[in-house]
């Protein structure tokens, strides 16, 4: 069964970068279409961010520009790189792999000055 460990959350400013991980412990990431989600408190989830197997990219709108999805050439960490931050960023950021049905713990992300 598939684990997936997400880190690199934190307390950034708003404009500021922070750098998420998510760490498979195994090449599956060339196999299988990945998200991002994140979950602020009082909404629904969403997908932030999505990479296929074979490294397409899809941005939600409302980070189109400031975050980027990146795969390792191990293929068992995907990146999400977050730069100029903003207060509604602010939420529990999990990678998941949809297909598997199977998504992380989550990391904290704030941003606020």
């Known amino acids: 069964q598939v684990h997936l460990v997400e880190s690199g959350g934190g307390l950034a400013q708003p404009g500021g970068s922070l750098k998420l991980s998510c760490d498979a412990g195994e090449r599956i990431f060339y196999i299988y279409h990945m998200e991002w989600l994140r979950q602020a408190p009082g909404k629904e989830r969403e997908v932030v961010a999505s990479v296929t197997a074979g490294g397409i990219p899809w941005y939600t709108s409302s980070v189109k520009g400031r975050f980027t999805i990146s795969k390792e050439n191990n293929a068992h960490i995907v990146y999400l790189h977050m730069n100029n931050l903003k207060v509604e960023d602010t939420a529990v950021y999990y990678c998941?792999?949809?297909?598997?049905?199977?998504r992380g713990q989550g990391t904290q992300v704030t941003v606020s000055s």
């Open positions: 998941n792999i949809p297909i598997l049905n199977t």
